[in-house]
């Protein structure tokens, strides 16, 4: 039998490499032929001698490259600063474009976007819904990741060329884990940790804003990794069975959780290891937010999390009986934890 060739953009990420590592793990992974694209010649070394995966290096703006990786599969899995790159999408429709011209195939797109499309500053009561469509429809078209949403869904509704999946991940959490992130490929640490820790560690306590902060749905990694896979055997075995183009919209979320509940968390886990000066949140003054989060990135990250994104995730359950194993509950304890992780990899930089 052939195999299915898939690629892979973002082997080196949290999301990309614990896709990976359960691809390689997969009971069906000897039919699979996975080809990713990398910026680090030394990490491609390792997937390519370790792990056996085929790597081109190169960034997802060399848009030549990309288009040419994405012509070669039929089915593309794209987690490489995904949610907002449009170089990124024009190459992969290109690619997409030709090999359905070419051979004939539909392949399929799983794009990954991201649930701060819902944000709402205001902290309103907005449910965005998967399976109820018309409320991600009336996103409007510059909302954050939108447009690359709608380049996504153009391929498959006007250009007729692939297949497409949106998975909008919400709060993602807990520490990437497997042979990769031990070979020290693919980064554990999810991003949301990753700048809270650092403002918290710049100020010496935890923030919050004096207006107080929002609820955000959040999922675990694991589950998270499990979706994108439980996706892809349902696209092999009846790519008919899977909703694409604008209906194939899956919301990756195992619950709501408040931010000032996981901040709380986030205060325990650096007080305890000693890195903060208090375990309560300190409000933050009017504007100061800003200089701990730095430039517009991380400044802007911080916005997102302090507001409510709200959306519920059915069509995964519902087409291919993806079935999260966390609770909602789960993210507290786990931010100590992941919190403890990241210290000691920001230790271990200092010391080297
Ligand atoms: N983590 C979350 O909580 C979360 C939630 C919702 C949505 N998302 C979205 O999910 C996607 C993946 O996020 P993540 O958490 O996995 O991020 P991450 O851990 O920072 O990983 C990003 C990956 O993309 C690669 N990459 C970035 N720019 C690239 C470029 N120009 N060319 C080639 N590779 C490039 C990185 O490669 P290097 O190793 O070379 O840097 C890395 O492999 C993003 O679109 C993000 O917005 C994430």
Known sequence: MSKVNILLTGATGYIGGSILQRLLQHPNAQKFEIATLVRDPA???????????KTTLGSVTDQDKLAALAEGAHVIIHTADSADNADAIHAIRRGLKSRHEKTGDLPHLIHTSGAAIFMDPKNSSNVYSDVELASIEALPPDALHRGIELLVIDADENGGYAR?????????????????????????????????????????????????AGTWMGVHIDDLADLYVGMIDAILSDPDKVSHGRAGYFIAENGSQGIREVLQ???????????????????????????YFGGE????????????????????????????????????????????????????AKRA
């Open 43 to 53: 990490k491609a070394k390792i997937l390519e001698e370790k792990f056996g995966v």
């Open 164 to 212: 497409t999946h949106i998975v909008t991940p919400t709060l993602v959490y807990g520490f990437g884990h497997g042979p990769l992130f031990d070979a020290g490929v693919s980064n554990p640490y999810t991003m949301a940790i990753q700048f809270f820790v650092q403002a918290a560690l710049k100020r010496g306590s935890v923030g919050i804003p004096p207006e107080g």
């Open 265 to 291: 968390s986030l205060a325990e886990g650096l007080f305890a290891l000693g890195r903060v000066s208090t375990a309560d949140l300190v409000p933050y003054a009017p504007g100061e937010a800003a200089q």
């Open 297 to 348: 990135g991380p400044q802007f990250f911080s916005t997102i999390l302090f507001s409510s994104a709200v959306c519920k995730g059915e069509r995964a359950r519902r087409e291919f009986g993806w079935t999260p194993k966390h609770t909602s509950q789960d993210i507290l304890e786990s931010v100590k934890q992941d919190v403890k992780e990241y210290v000691k990899k920001i230790d271990g």
